[in-house]
């Protein structure tokens, strides 16, 4: 089991006044100087806290270009998800890690779920609800008390998951389809990350594009903004604020779907990224 998380004074009450406080946070620092084609000119910060898991097990929270770790010496760390907030799952090499933030500045609970987590290739959910899919094929809800399985659905490859907070969405065999439903859309390419709202879904590919989605009239197009082949999480802005990138390159983009233009949040240092949630006031 994975050593618990280390959680320095003032990294805790950092963490304690993002968090408890409804995720309300400053507005996220833009990249200066001459904008690149299709980049979006350095405008005043907006208002939003990048939430970001790496694969050496640091939990950090990036607010005005600074980082501030929420919790680290989680270990190897595969996948990242925001049950509320003030409580995390982390995906990590043999076990899942259930975080919780405290009210007032002191230690970070945790502890490990019962079951076996090597198998899994990726988490998602939110509130009561964890989901999880196997590499073996399987979609698999999971008891956050308990740890126990029960299994959704099981597909002939490993599936891609994305919750947008009430619903279930699975990307395999050329389609993604809200599960238990009959919605389905076609998706041209091989995705590797996604990211969905109650209106949206975004989709990057392992071809470079990264589609948006529309759920009701299944219309969908490419974002563009360059290629998305090395899309490593997407998150997306209940909201309409937009989608949320880190790329292999180190690189947190924001892209706006309506302007269709993408701000640099950072430019490099986040090529370890293996969860990202962006939470805006």
């Known amino acids: 089991m994975s050593r618990p998380p280390v959680l320095g004074p003032f990294a805790v009450a950092t963490a304690v006044v993002v968090l408890a406080s409804g995720w309300a946070c400053p507005k996220l620092a833009e990249a200066r100087g001459a904008a690149p084609v299709g980049v979006a000119p350095a405008t005043p910060p907006s208002v939003s806290t990048w939430f970001i898991l790496t694969r050496d097990g640091i939990l950090h929270a990036l607010r005005d270009g600074v980082d501030q770790p929420v919790a680290r010496a989680l270990g190897e760390s595969r996948d990242l998800v925001a049950l509320d907030g003030r409580r995390w799952a982390v995906l990590g090499k043999d076990a899942i ?3 919780t933030l405290p009210v007032t500045p002191g ?9 076996k987590a090597a198998d899994l290739s990726q988490l998602v959910g939110g509130g009561a609800h964890l989901y999880a899919a196997t590499r073996g094929g399987e979609v ?3 008891t956050i008390a308990t740890g126990a399985r029960t299994t959704l659905g099981h597909f002939a490859r490993t599936p891609l998951l994305v919750y947008d907070g009430a619903k279930l969405l699975v990307a395999h065999d050329g389609v993604i389809e809200e599960l238990g439903t009959s919605h389905k859309w076609q998706v041209e390419g091989r995705p590797i990350a996604m990211a969905a709202t109650a209106t949206r879904i975004y989709c990057a590919t392992k071809e470079g ?7 009701e009239p299944g219309s969908q197009r490419d974002l563009g903004l360059g290629g998305w082949w090395g899309t ?6 209940a909201n309409g604020h937009g989608v949320y990138v880190a790329t292999q390159s180190g690189k947190l983009w924001h892209i706006d779907p309506v302007t269709l233009t993408k701000v640099a949040a950072a430019m490099d240092g986040w090529a370890g990224t293996v969860g990202l949630l962006v939470r805006t006031r």
């Open 107 to 115: 230690p970070t609970a945790f502890r490990a779920l019962p079951g």
């Open 209 to 215: 594009p990264l589609w948006l989605i529309e759920r």
């Open 97 to 99: 890690t259930l975080l």
């Open 232 to 237: 490593l999480a997407l998150d997306a802005d």
């Open 140 to 142: 698999v809800e999971l």
